[in-house]
């Protein structure tokens, strides 16, 4: 089960953020600096799921935007990373060669719309 | 008005600032400080402009709204607008103000249960678009009541023609099943229509609509079984479809259901033979068609294995199982690594000589630099370790531990060390490895490899030259690993004799002098890197060495010894704890024990060849067999005398009066201060040379009757100028028929230097009555306060 979906730039601004599970706010701040934090510090060569307190994280970076999923350890790992990359593919479509500037002045529309692909198959 | 340092802006006024301008603001901000600022003014105008009730923007204020919340602002005065905003006709509004609600109405506030009117007003309208957006902010953030009153308009509408409609339905339906899973009876039927459906989409929610609801109820479960041959030709037709626009990712049509198919195939084939059987085939044709060059097909792959594993699959699937996996090991991309390790170590219990195969392979990953990586290799090493393959596999950890990162080493090295345990072909050998595994990683190895070790090596007779040499130059290159330390002093007291023999065959001849040892031994107690307990096997070594050694050195080891055994006097004081982990050593095999007793009557002769106060050797003999005793452990070798003597002090006074010593302090004698029934208890009485004012007695209680005492609390008393401690017991029964005595320690200071008076309280059971004594000790000797 996803238990949140972030979108993280390297400064570690929150781009957008999509919680499957109640989460206080300042909560919230805490877990992405923190998610953020060990996605920034792993290298290329370091396969990109890592093991976070009770989830698993799988990430992918897209310039100096982090695309990071939060899951638990029911979910098929590599399906996962396929998703966020048919994702990015979809907002690439949408608004033709997305950048992280699209991501951020359209958060509101990108909620939408996010909220309505998400249901398909994970919730 | 604007505070300075924004560019300026030619708005009418900042109530309709579009959301766009806002965000671009925000981004404007060069500090958090400022941030904030703006947005606290923004959030004033949007609260004014909900005060006064502006319909035509409320959208825009809305959204704006939710922008600052989704920064991390609290924006919980916008919730009766969204409120307001979905009961509105227009669909700008609906939509903004469904957005809000599944932003800031989540169940825990209190107008949640508001919005569940509008829901079902919209629910029945039957525009789409607008169905679309009910079912979806109900699917978020429905709560449990909410679910009940609805799920009979969900159920309707999972049977529209509209396939839109139908695919946000379904999901719909999956949340309300698990936030109220009676709810199951209601959309359980309509689930094997929706499966003969076109739509991806509807087909991936009804996958997890069904997984959700098998998961939920047995009797579900039972009733999908049904639908496997169904599942089966679904997911064959996308497997064998060419290419499809809609659905490709990657060359393969649709992973995403195709992982959510196989997940729900191997909830239904669990424990179940039938169904199992029904999907081998289709499970065999998804993993050989699937094209694993991209990561979408390795996805697909991924599940059917940890499908194959879990459900009752024959034997050769199995194998392609693994084989599958150890393909994924060779593959360069390392998250795929990272999942092949995963899944063969839940396999190698049950398919062990399928995973041997890959053992090379495995090998290889421990040498990758990503640390997940090569944790998960190094555990699935570990476990493929067999008879056949341990000396190779040995060789190899013993190298990955020299290098790898300090958190892993601890595991390896332990992970080795019970390898070669279980395994080990020859004790040479067992050997040899154990000590590779001290020097290369000593700190980390668990407490009881010592242990091991010493035991190990004690019970291989033909290998005590070998070895002995072997621990002697490793500890000559390196005293800071404190195992290989603590193993390499024992061993050179016990056996030193060989070591300075010369010769062996096993290494190269190694010429050792007496006083390299002894300098050797000497550097470690005084190393600041040794822990008190390799200090305590130094001294052993020492004590045990001065023994066996011949020559004229016997004198100066004889000063060197005393100075130690007052050292050792303290530390026994300081370190209970430690003398308690001395006397567990595992026991001395018999041979060990007999050298002891030979070479303790050659001490005897030195002894009398020096001048000294006439001090019967005799029990200075015993003494030291006993202080050997006590440091070796309970020796099963009935030559020595019983019982011990558990008093340390009362040893140690005795090791101090060797002779051709500095005088040493005069022993106190004992003193019997009460007798009752078998029960005996002594006094023995200890002034440590460098702290006149201390004086250390124990207590000795020692049961010669039939029946044990249990219970025994011995309590002190002392004059007000003393200071008294009492330290804790050694135990609360003395055993009866001269068992095992009880020892006490109490401390005293005495500052003044005034005359000793102790008072005694005893409580215990002894055949079966609770005695209580209170005396005051009489003729206390008068050394022990002077």
Known sequence: MIKFFLM??????????????????????LLETEVIKSCLSRSNEQCSFIEYKDFKLIYRQYAALFIVVGVNDTE?????????????????????????????????VNQVFHSTWQRTGWS | MRSGGLLPRMVASSSSLKLQDLIQEIREAKTQAQEREVIQKECAHIRASFRDGDPLHRHRQLAKLLYVHLLGYPAHFGQMECLKLIASPRFTDKRVGYLGAMLLLDERQDAHLLITNSIKNDLSQGIQAVQGLALCTLSATGSAEMCRDLATEVEKLLLQPSAYVRKKAVLTAVHMIRK?????????????????????????????????????????????????????????????????KEHSISGVSDPFLQVQILRLLRILGRNHEESSETMNDLLAQVATNTDTSRNAGNAVLFETVLTIMDIRSAAGLRVLAVNILGRFLLNTDRNIRYVALTSLLRLVQSDHSAVQRHR??????????????????????????????????????????ESCPPDLQADCASGILLAAERFAPTKRWHIDTTLRVLTTAGTHVRDDAVANLTQLIGGAQELHAYSVRRLYSALAEDISQQPLVQVATWCIGEYGDLLLEGSCEETEPLQVEEEEVLALLERVLQSHMSLPATRGYALTALVKLSTRLRGDNKSCLDVELQQRAVEYNTLFRKYDHMRAAILEKIPLVERGGSQVDEEAKESKETAQLSEAAPVPTEPQASKLLDLL???????????????????????????????????????????????REGLQLDLSFVRPPGTPTLLLITVTATNTSGGDVTH???????PKSFQLQLQAPSGDTVPAQGGLPMTQLLRILNPKKAPLRLKLR?????????????????????????
């Open chain 2, 180 to 244: 109220v899973p009676e709810l199951s009876d209601i959309f359980l039927p309509p689930c094997a229509q929706l499966l003969h459906d076109d739509h991806h989409g509807i087909l991936l929610g009804t996958t997890t609509l069904i997984t959700e609801l098998c998961e939920r109820s047995p009797a579900a479960l039972k009733h999908f079984r049904k639908m496997v041959p169904q599942l089966v030709h679904i997911l064959r037709t996308l497997v064998t479809t060419g290419y499809s």
């Open chain 2, 762 to 786: 005893l409580t215990y059971n002894h055949f079966g009555q609770s005695v209580q004594e209170i005396f005051e000790v009489n003729n206390l000797p008068v050394e022990a306060w002077q």
């Open chain 2, 712 to 718: 025994f609390i011995c309590q002190a008393a002392v």
């Open chain 2, 360 to 401: 090379p392979t495995v090998v290889e990953c421990l040498w990758e630099p990503d640390g997940s990586l090569s944790r998960r290799a190094l555990e699935l090493s570990l476990a493929l370790v067999n008879s056949s393959n341990v000396q190779a596999m040995t060789q190899e950890l013993q190298g990955f531990l």
């Open chain 1, 76 to 108: 098929n790992e590599m399906a996962i990373y396929e998703f966020i990359h048919n994702f990015v593919e979809v907002l690439d479509d949408y608004f033709s060669r997305v950048s992280e500037l699209d991501v951020s002045f359209f958060s509101a």
């Open chain 1, 8 to 29: 993280v730039n390297k400064q570690g601004q929150t781009r957008l953020s999509k919680y499957y599970e109640h989460v206080e706010i300042n909560k919230r701040t």
């Open chain 2, 629 to 675: 005793d006590l440091l070796d452990g309970p020796s099963g070798d009935a030559q020595h005398p019983p019982p011990l003597d558990p008093t340390p002090g009362g040893a140690l006074i005795h090791l101090l009066n060797l002779p051709c010593a500095p005088p040493p302090p005069a022993p106190i004698p004992n003193l019997k201060v009460f007798e």
